[in-house]
């Protein structure tokens, strides 16, 4: 109980210089705004020189995140490095369980629910078509030319292709 407390007092005492310092620095970077008795132009001047500032400020800011994203991403290297040179980690080797999809489903969601998977169901179905409707009537030819001479016989001929 004693180490609690006093962890919790040197807590407090963090936070408490934590908030001072950032008092500290923005009372030194940022200065108290005067606005009053200003004309349009000088106010219009002031929001460039501020909005100057706040560019400056979020360079920086991005700036110090990309240096920290770049820092953290070699320490992780550097860890995974580390890990691989103590070479205690073992893969484990995996074996192959046999199990139905019901089972599997039981045990994902729980004795509770009763699931019975039909594969089937969602499948598409495919008709076969007939043999017969394939076979050509057999006629004869010459009708059949006699009836595609000339143009109607063309176009003819072009309908049926397309039905």
């Known amino acids: 109980t004693l180490m609690l407390a006093k962890a919790s007092e040197d807590l407090e005492r963090e936070i408490k210089e934590a908030e001072e310092e950032k008092a500290r620095t ?3 970077n940022v200065p108290p705004l005067q606005c009053h008795g200003l004309s349009l132009q000088e ?15 979020d360079e920086e800011r991005y700036n110090i ?6 820092n953290a991403l070699e320490i992780d290297s550097l ?34 629910h009763k699931v019975s998977l039909d594969l ?14 394939k076979t050509v009537e057999v006629t004869d030819w010459r009708k059949n030319i006699e ?11 072009f309908d049926t292709s397309n039905a």
């Open 43 to 57: 106010l219009q001047q002031l929001c460039l020189k501020l909005h100057k500032q706040i560019d400056v400020a």
């Open 147 to 157: 009836a595609m001479s000339g143009m109607e016989g063309r176009k003819k001929k």
């Open 65 to 70: 995140e990309e240096k920290v994203k770049k």
């Open 79 to 112: 860890n995974q490095k580390i890990f691989d040179l103590k070479g205690k980690f073992k893969r484990p080797n995996l074996r192959r369980v046999r199990i139905s999809a019901d089972a599997m489903l039981k045990a994902l969601l729980g004795s509770t």
């Open 120 to 133: 089937r169901a969602n499948l598409k179905s495919v008709k076969k078509e007939d043999e017969k409707e």
């Open 26 to 28: 923005l009372s030194e």
